[in-house]
């Protein structure tokens, strides 16, 4: 087992590459049977990061369980050299995600290089197709299956013939060090980051558009004060760890399902992220400076919810999720910090509330309509927010099979 001392000493190439494998010493009953609880901690590539510039990065084929498994969890952290937790002061983590794809075994020109294979919905088209996907909260939140639940992967005969599945993680942060104003540079806010044309076509960026991902992508500065000095960029990781257990028949599969409160019918589709205006003197006299956002979207297959929790920026006091007639699934709540220590930053969400109802007290069916809500404080103007709301659901069927012997 490698230590964290261990890390320490070691040279940052076999970082890059360290995947600790690791036994649980606590075995997990699962209907009857002891199942070991493996898990596995790896780093992303490095990436350079000076005061307010931004790495958006996408690692393919990254280490991760191989074989037919049930994975019950994945965190993860930014981390310098020294495998030292990098506070949200220095680093701000916009996000991190992980999706799954297939991989063609062969080269061939007449078929792609390579499928995405997204999470069950529910937004359109690949909009929001992760099956793991934190903020600035990851290191106070949970992402737990609990038993006898298990997102299921690495099943070879899920894979379209002639490809193989693999992972890819998405990293996006921003160096806040000098800022010359930190929660805009978080917010992306476009007149900080002197961007005005989109990254991938060139097509100015609309006038009304005031911040958000289109002004803060990889490569991009936010303003720093004037007369600071940077020095040289800082070398960081992403450090993660999943945990999961070999695959079985005692196992019940969940289907992850993603809402966004700024969805809108097509052509719109999902927004991803959405601005909140600075309230009115009229609503700041009587102290109701809250935005409301609200969307409405049909979940395809039913079943019983063991796990949900939300997504907001800073400025976010809480989301919720409803059922078609109006009865509360989940709510969470984010938790600031009020320190200077990684986990605990003051003025940063530093951890979600989730949701672990009873087995078969939360249910949603077949093709209900479910409205996602997000409550941000309007006491100032923010760009680039979100309001993603993250479920799991169990086919009752299966559920009671599971529980059956």
């Known amino acids: 087992m490698v230590t964290a001392g261990d890390e320490m ?79 949200l002061h220095e680093a701000y983590l916009h996000h991190w995600l992980v999706r799954r794809y297939y991989a063609a075994t062969t080269n061939s020109s007449a078929a792609p290089a390579t499928i995405p294979a997204r999470n069950a919905g529910v937004c359109e088209g690949d909009t929001h197709g992760q099956y793991y996907g934190l ?140 601005k909140i205006e600075e309230c009115s003197s009229e609503d700041r006299g009587k102290n109701d400076c809250v935005h409301v956002q609200v969307a409405k979207q049909v979940v395809p297959r039913g079943g019983d919810l063991v796990f949900g929790v939300a997504h907001q920026h800073a400025a976010g006091i809480g989301s919720s999720l409803h059922g078609q007639d109006g009865r509360l699934l989940c709510e969470s709540t984010p938790a600031y910090g009020d320190g200077e220590e990684a986990g605990n930053e003051a003025g940063y969400i530093v951890g979600m509330s989730t949701c672990y109802p009873k087995p078969g007290t939360v249910t949603v069916r077949d093709g209900e309509v479910l409205t996602v809500v997000s409550n941000y404080s309007s006491e100032r103007q923010h760009t680039g927010v979100m309001g993603l709301f993250y479920i799991l659901v169990a086919e009752q069927e299966q559920q009671q099979g599971a529980y059956s012997t």
């Open 135 to 274: 903020g600035s909260e990851t290191r106070r939140t949970a992402t737990w299956v609990p038993d006898p639940y298990g997102v299921e992967a690495g099943d070879a005969a899920a894979a379209p013939e002639g490809y193989e599945e693999r992972w890819m993680l998405n990293v996006h942060a921003i160096d806040t060090r000098g800022a010359a104003d930190r929660q805009g540079c978080t917010e992306c806010r476009c007149d900080l980051y002197n961007v005005t044309a989109d990254e991938y076509d060139g097509r100015r960026i609309a006038r009304d558009y005031a911040g958000g991902l289109l002004c803060c992508y990889d490569g991009t500065r936010c303003r720093v004060e004037e007369g600071f000095v940077d020095g040289e960029p800082r070398k960081l990781f992403f450090r993660y760890t999943v945990m999961w257990l070999d695959w079985s028949e005692a196992i019940v599969p969940v289907r992850i399902y993603i809402f966004d409160v700024t969805h809108k019918p097509l052509p719109v589709g999902c927004k991803v992220e959405y």
């Open 9 to 87: 000493k070691m040279p940052a190439a076999l970082l890059v590459l360290l995947i600790a494998l690791s036994s649980a010493a606590e075995a997990l009953e699962v209907r009857g049977h002891h199942h070991r609880l493996k898990s596995m901690t790896a780093l992303s590539p490095p990436f350079f990061l000076r005061p307010g510039s931004v790495a958006d990065k996408y690692y393919h084929d990254i280490a991760f369980p191989r074989g037919h498994v049930a994975l019950k969890s994945f965190n993860g952290e930014v981390v310098d050299e020294r495998g030292a937790a990098v506070p």
